[in-house]
């Protein structure tokens, strides 16, 4: 690494009107190097990077670019200074061309017309760097979303980007996805160029890391280089206590069989069949496409039921029925909570209450009093960190946005079996810990929960069986002593 850094932070601090976001904040990054940020949802890490990308202006403190004053008031200027970010949610138009995209603002055009030859021959050296191997006539809105992933790097590379900032690049990626996404990142480092690269899955950092720093109430708690610490040691220094285990002991009472699913059939799963009992954690296990999610969407009546029953307390679920399944006492938290799951123009009230209005609602209008007490109340039990109940829910970290949207369930006084779609996707480990408790809490209490995730320590930490699916198909059933990750992935890949 060279002496002089390309970026340079010295004492760093934001300050919004009743929060300091950031404390005398100080990190450097250099040619050629991984440097990841890791913390709790709310440490800081995204306000740095605004004010690194030119969204938020630093309220005071040192921003070097190569050794001179940073001049950043708008992100055309960091994108200027060659500083891109790929957000996790990517910024793409999916309606357009993959070469549409990466020069978007900036087609090649002469005598008003654009030069589409041109276009299409500059995109695919781009896309030929990134290791894309599709025509860049193809329309963002059918690629996966490794390949728009792979969009935005070579758009990054398009604009001369020389430090790439990567926003829970992975979160959605299987694992083959994201070796083939570490490989294209060492071969950035190769030509020089610089990543700020952000995540909650530790083995990930560990992975892919020179140094790492850790961010803690809008501070540095301190920078390390990755064989200085192990896994345990970085989550203390995260959350500042030990974490001995992250998962809740299970004492599991189990009661009778709540939900009773046979032969469940749609076009993309087939002969689904499993049981849950009163009180019971099932998983749900497999690779990306096995068919998990889908199986969900058919469970709650969303994906439409070919064949086979689904039975709730003793009772038959008519196919294709949302809301009955809903007021039958089902509810779910879907995979994807920024597409599916919150209502992001309404507030953490709004969020909350939308499909139990009926509960506090007198003759016909809603009693904003008795709404707000059980919303206050949720706010309390699930330790909901917000500023008041009517603050918009996008404005929330991660884990208080997931902890609303399990509060819109658990405010249905009928529920009775809960599915959980990626239960801590893009959560940080402290609030992950918190899930689970209430999680185990809820199943305690004698409610049955559904929960498919793709990471296996969560799934063996959490669950009382474990079925994996495999191509639409469940192919393997554990209970708790018999599940490993070697016996999951066993029958996720055969």
Not at 34 to 43: K, Q, R, S, T, W
Request: charged letters at 25%.
């Amino acid at each position: 690494m060279k002496n002089t850094p390309v970026i340079e932070i010295a004492d760093m601090h934001m300050i919004f009107p009743g929060v300091h976001a950031l404390k005398g904040v100080s990190f450097d990054l250099y040619a050629g190097e991984v440097h990841a940020l890791v913390g709790e949802n709310g440490a800081g890490k995204s306000t740095l990077i605004k004010i690194l990308s030119g969204v938020y202006q630093r309220s005071r403190g040192k921003y070097l670019i190569n050794g001179k004053e940073a001049k950043i008031c708008h992100p055309l200027d960091a994108i200027k200074e060659g500083i891109s970010v790929i957000y996790q949610e990517l910024n793409l138009v999916s309606s357009l061309s993959a070469a549409e995209n990466i020069f978007f603002g900036r087609l090649p055009a002469k005598g008003g017309r654009v030069q589409w030859k041109k276009l299409y021959d500059e995109s695919r050296k781009y896309m030929e760097m990134v290791g894309l191997s599709i025509s860049p006539r193809t329309k963002v809105q059918y690629l996966s979303i490794a390949e728009q992933q792979l969009v935005e790097i070579a758009k990054s590379l398009s604009l001369g980007a020389k430090i790439i900032i990567m926003d829970e690049p992975t979160s959605a990626l299987s694992p083959k996805e994201v070796e083939s996404l570490f490989k294209i990142i060492a071969q950035l480092k190769e030509k020089g160029v610089s990543i700020i690269y952000i995540s909650h899955k530790l083995d990930e950092i560990f992975e892919i890391a020179d140094r790492i720093t850790v961010f803690k109430d809008g501070a540095v708690v301190g920078t390390k280089y990755p064989e200085e610490l192990n896994e345990e040691q970085l989550i203390e220094m995260m959350v500042g206590r030990k974490m001995e285990d992250i998962f809740p002991d299970r004492n599991a009472n189990l009661g009778e069989v709540l939900l009773d699913v046979k032969g469940l059939t749609t076009e993309k799963v087939t002969d689904i069949s499993f049981h849950v009992r009163r009180g019971e954690i099932v998983g749900f296990s497999g690779l990306m496409g096995a068919g998990r999610t889908e199986m969900t969407m058919a469970l709650l009546g969303m994906d439409k039921r070919l064949e086979g029953s689904v039975v709730l307390d003793g009772k038959e679920i008519p196919p294709n029925s949302p809301l009955i399944a809903r007021e039958s006492g089902m509810g779910l938290v879907v995979e994807d909570r920024r597409k599916g799951g919150i209502l992001p123009n309404m507030s953490v009230k709004s969020n909350m209450t939308i499909v139990s209005l009926n509960q506090v609602t007198k003759g016909i209008s809603i009693s904003r009093t008795g709404e707000e007490d059980v919303v206050r109340d949720m706010i309390q039990r699930l330790k909901i960190k917000t500023p008041t109940m009517n603050q918009l829910i996008p404005k929330l970290s991660g884990g208080n946005q997931q902890k609303v949207l399990l509060a819109r369930w658990l405010m249905k006084r009928n529920l009775k079996v809960l599915v959980i779609d990626e239960p801590t996707r893009g959560i940080d480990v402290g609030a992950k810990a918190e899930i689970y408790s209430l999680m185990n809490d809820l199943a305690g209490q004698g409610l049955a929960i559904i929960m498919v995730s793709s990471e296996l320590p969560e799934i063996l930490g959490m669950c009382d069986r474990v079925y994996v699916m495999k191509s639409g198909k469940i192919t393997g059933e554990f209970n708790r002593e018999e599940a490993s990750e070697a016996a999951l992935l066993e029958k996720a890949i055969h």
